[in-house]
Structures are given as structure tokens and as C-alpha cells.
């Protein structure tokens, strides 16, 4: 959907509009395959950069909260249902891990890996769930400000930095598409390290 258009579905509902956009922000954390690329760019295009970014921190946060709790109270199973379960035991693995908030922080971080689905697997793991939301909100921040920035841009008609941001934007994404692994297989391999010491 264009930003315009998505602009004109928040507008059309007034003062309850912020009320849905937050809606559709939790509703795409919650149910992960949703893109939030495009919510988040049509949050800046809509709301500028500002509140923009916080409206949207705001829904990432809910929508984590739901995730994390519906994992916690459903189990294994919920989860298992949507990742592969050699990556699933895996990533729980390495949020368990001794340093698990570390871990948690690089993961959320990491350009490519599905932040919504980590929300998921964080609720298997016994790390503290303020800590974990805490986590999740600054290393999500990078990433959710710059789709603002685009958004923002985009609905100012500044298409040279728009198209510039965009183009950093998608480099950062191959870049985190290709190193992910090896910067997992890094984590993994420490992890190992230092039960092997213990």
C-alpha cells in the first residue's frame, strides 16, 4: 500500500487515527511475515520524524510484549509452528546463553534476522522480560529510524536524500543478510568456548 493511501486510512478515523496506526504496528510485530518496512516508512510519511519514531517504538513494544507472553503461556509448540526447528533451538541456544542480554542486543541489531519472530523465541528463554524489552527497544531504534527518516523524506518530496537513505538502507540489509551467520556461527562458537573452559 502507498504511504498517501495508508495516510488517508489514519486521517479518515480522526482523532482515533494515532489509535490505529498503533494497531496496525502491534498487529505487524504480532504476526511477524507482516513487513514492517512498510508501516514504519508510512509512520515517518504520515507523522513526521519524531513522532513518528515514537509511535512506532511504542506499537514495537506492545506487539514484543504480546509476542513474548504468547510464547511464554503457549510453549514450544506456537513457536515451532512458524521457524524451522534447527534454527529455533538454535537461537534459544544463544539467548540462554551466559550472556544472553549481549546475545539478545547483537540479534535484534543484526540487519536481516526477523526482530518479531526473536520477540517469540526471547518468551523460551528464561531472560528477564524488562531487561529483554529494554534491549529490544534501543537496538531496534537504528533500523526504525531510519525507515522514519524515509518516510519523513519521502512525504517532503526530498527524493535525493530519500533515494540517499534508502540506498544505505539497503546496503546495511544485504550486508546483514550475508554476514548474519557468520556473526551467529562467531556467537556460537564463543558460547561453546566458554562452556568447554567451565
Request: charged share 15%.
Given at each position: 500500500m ?8 489514519i ?45 512506532l ?6 506487539g514484543?510484549?504480546?509476542?513474548f507472553?504468547?510464547s511464554?503461556?503457549?510453549g514450544?509448540p506456537?513457536?515451532?509452528a512458524?521457524?524451522?526447528e ?7 541456544q ?6 544472553a542480554?549481549?546475545v ?8 536481516g ?19 529483554f ?11 526504525l529510524?531510519m525507515?522514519v ?16 537513505i ?6 546495511l540489509?544485504f ?9 551467529i ?7 561453546h568456548?566458554?562452556t568447554?573452559?567451565?
Open positions: 502507498e504511504p498517501s493511501k495508508f495516510r488517508e486510512i486521517h479518515s478515523y480522526g482523532y482515533y487515527g494515532v489509535f490505529v496506526f498503533l494497531f496496525f504496528q502491534i498487529l505487524q510485530t504480532v504476526i511477524a511475515p507482516i513487513p514492517g518496512e512498510v508501516v514504519q516508512i508510512a509512520g515517518g510519511f504520515i507523522y513526521g520524524v519524531w513522532l513518528g519514531t515514537l509511535y517504538l511504542i506499537g514495537a513494544t506492545l514484543s510484549v504480546i509476542a507472553f504468547a511464554r503461556l503457549l514450544y506456537i513457536v515451532k512458524f521457524v524451522p534447527e534454527k529455533l533451538n538454535k537461537f534459544i544463544l539467548m540462554q546463553s551466559q550472556k542480554e549481549m539478545t542486543f547483537i540479534l535484534f541489531l543484526l540487519p534476522l526477523p526482530k518479531d519472530i526473536l520477540c517469540y523465541i526471547g518468551g523460551l528463554t528464561p531472560i528477564n522480560p524488562l531487561r524489552f529494554i534491549i529490544t527497544i534501543i537496538a531496534r531504534f537504528p533500523a529510524f525507515s527518516y524515509i518516510g519523513a523524506n519521502l512525504q517532503k518530496k526530498n527524493y535525493f536524500t530519500t533515494a540517499v534508502l540506498a544505505i538502507a539497503v546496503l540489509s550486508l546483514g543478510f550475508f554476514f548474519k551467520d557468520k556473526v556461527e562467531k556467537i556460537s562458537v564463543h558460547k568456548h566458554k568447554e573452559i567451565k
